[in-house]
């Protein structure tokens, strides 16, 4: 039974670039957050995937965006990367059906280490 | 912004101790969870506790909820080395579809 896989694990970008991160949630899992850790500090909610719609955003800026695919898989966007944005970014999957997010226990991805130069 | 804060920030013991992680949150939650962390990894689920809980464990950890004082712990009893990770705990938001977390207590146990 395939856990959360996130891709790249690791990736070095220069400021101004964009960059595309993909997860892969757990088998039978339907929903998709995504969370920002850095260094040192807790994972931070950036947004949440549900049939294909962002259902719910944390206070990150337009800079950040995503995309759920048909079979549930999703991608994490970010344009015009700043110094900032480095950190551990975090995929978490869950079943919809089992309760929304809070209530239930969400698997977690090992994460691709973003490194802004 | 951080809903849970976690104290101590980090925790040194040797193996065979026991370990005790406070967590404090500011609004009022439906369920509270702990999460671990090996050094480089992703989040692994320990417990979760809802509000109308006080107590709960699982093998070696024992979780407890006040939600008067808006606070629980996390026990874990005769530590081993493969303990050591940091360890996170996760109050649900508003709209009880994500969680919040904490900055994390960082135990060491050593042999």
């Known amino acids: 039974d395939a856990g959360v896989t996130q891709s790249p694990t690791h990736l070095i970008k220069t400021r101004g670039q964009q960059v595309t991160l993909r997860c892969s949630p757990k088998s039978g899992h339907d929903t998709v957050s995504w969370y920002q850790q850095a260094l040192g500090q807790g994972p931070q909610f950036i947004f949440q995937?549900?049939?294909?719609?962002?259902?719910q955003r944390g206070n990150f800026p337009d800079r950040f965006s995503g995309h759920q695919f048909p079979n549930y898989s999703s991608e994490l966007n970010v344009n015009a990367l700043l110094l900032g944005d480095s950190a551990l970014y975090l995929c978490?999957?869950?079943?919809?059906?089992?309760?929304?997010?809070?209530?239930?226990?969400?698997?977690f991805g090992d994460g691709t280490r973003l490194s802004i130069l | 912004s951080q809903q849970g804060e976690e104290d101590p920030q980090a925790l040194s013991i040797q193996e065979g101790e026991n370990a005790t992680m406070n967590c404090s949150y500011k609004t009022s939650i439906n369920n509270l969870q702990w999460y671990r962390q090996n050094s480089g990894r992703g989040l692994v689920h320990l417990i979760l506790?809802?509000?109308?809980?006080r107590e709960k464990h699982s093998g070696r950890l024992r979780v407890t909820l006040d939600t008067s004082k808006k606070s629980s712990s996390l026990l874990i009893t005769a530590s081993r080395a493969a303990d050591t990770a940091s360890y996170f705990c996760a109050t649900d938001n508003q709209a009880g579809t994500a969680l919040i977390f904490g900055k994390g207590t960082t135990l060491s146990v050593s042999s």
């Open positions: 978490a999957s869950s079943l919809r059906a089992a309760g929304i997010g809070g209530n239930q226990p969400q698997h």
């Open positions: 506790i809802r509000s109308n809980e």
């Open positions: 995937y549900y049939e294909e719609e962002e259902r």
